[in-house]
């Protein structure tokens, strides 16, 4: 047993796969769904992973493109960035791309190399001992030559009995010159025998974003990640002790699922710690109880505390004000109504509140904190957060 911590089945890492990934049966089945339909000729409906930040959208949507692999799927994936264009970071996925597929037709593989070559390289040489660094030629990106390369690249796959897949993470952070692009094309192969599957994960503004670069995108079908209910919270962590001869006291698993509310990532950090303490093969609720404190404050300097610690007193109010209205999205007339005030009086508060990845607003004239389980973080120091903002005081109207 003195091994046995090192050989803990939790993944508490950003992206990082559990290992039972529950609750999200109606995501899995509509992708593997939409996986064989494209493969079959047939045009399937883009796919949308939509949540907070720690719900499991990369996870499943990685669980997907293993699935969509090994169905015969050739898989460009890509991590949007607002600071790189898109083509070149499907350079690293089309690198990939030709590494998953163990051995390709010549001709495939020669299209893989023409498609290389006409994206900018995003890695830099070091060549020598003294570390100097040279910059790889950059090239102009516009929206045509990523289209043509992409339709000709779906051609020759179909050619030799294979489809495509084209996934973006982070997709709010995709520039939308370039989801624009995909999205054309997307479109148009829908209408062919030779459709391209769109996958895609990111956070709740996601959707809006999307329907300002295209109102078809209304269509597409999106899937919201939700925290996990309480049985689906004790699977997640029951199943993978037991497979490794670990049982949990059902007091233990209740506790645990108590303590992270069913957020996946909350599980998985709670799970992972109960896993590292516990001794022979049986996990209690003594051993739940002993690492309660250490993760909270794990939880609070990672999640919370940068975040809140910034704000102005003004902005505690506000957040107070948030709070008192309960989980989820809120008007901002409702916010201010809570303030004693209008909203127009308090705009530049909630921009402030954006800007620093509290909230958010998924929809118009509505605020949500950033978050999950933020309604808890702040209820626990409610009389610091008022203290606070005691010291500058909003304007009552």
Known sequence: MSDEKFDNPYRPTPGGEPPALVGRDAELEAIRYAVGLTKAGGAAQPIVLIGLRGMGKTAVLRRCLTHARESGGIVLSAEASRELHLATILRQGL????????????????TFDRFLDTLPEASY?????????????????????????????????????????FAVDEIQECPAIDLLTVIRLVHQTASTP??????GAGLPES????????????????FRLELLAK??????????AKKHGVTCEHVALERLAVETAGYPFFVQEYASATWIHHRRNRITLDDVVAVIPGVRKII??????GRFRRLTPRECSYVLAMNALGEGAHSVSEIAAQLGT??????SIRNQLVKKDVAYAPAGGLLEFRMPLTNRYIDERRAEFEKRARETPLPKE
């Open 125 to 165: 040489e070091l060549p020598g001992e003294l570390g100097g660094v040279k910059l790889s030629k950059r090239r102009k990106v516009d929206e045509s030559p990523l289209a043509d390369t992409l339709e000709s690249l779906n051609a020759e796959v179909r050619k030799h009995g294979r489809f495509l897949v």
């Open 95 to 110: 690198e990939r791309a030709k590494n998953d597929v163990a051995s390709i037709p010549k001709k495939l593989k020669d």
């Open 194 to 199: 030779e459709p391209i599957l769109f996958l």
């Open 342 to 347: 209008r909203s127009e009086a308090v705009s």
């Open 207 to 222: 959707i809006a974003y999307l329907h300002k670069i295209r109102t078809y995108t209304e269509r597409w079908r999106y």
């Open 231 to 240: 049985d689906e919270t004790i699977r997640a962590i029951d199943e993978p």
């Open 300 to 305: 609070n300097d990672g999640f919370y505390d």
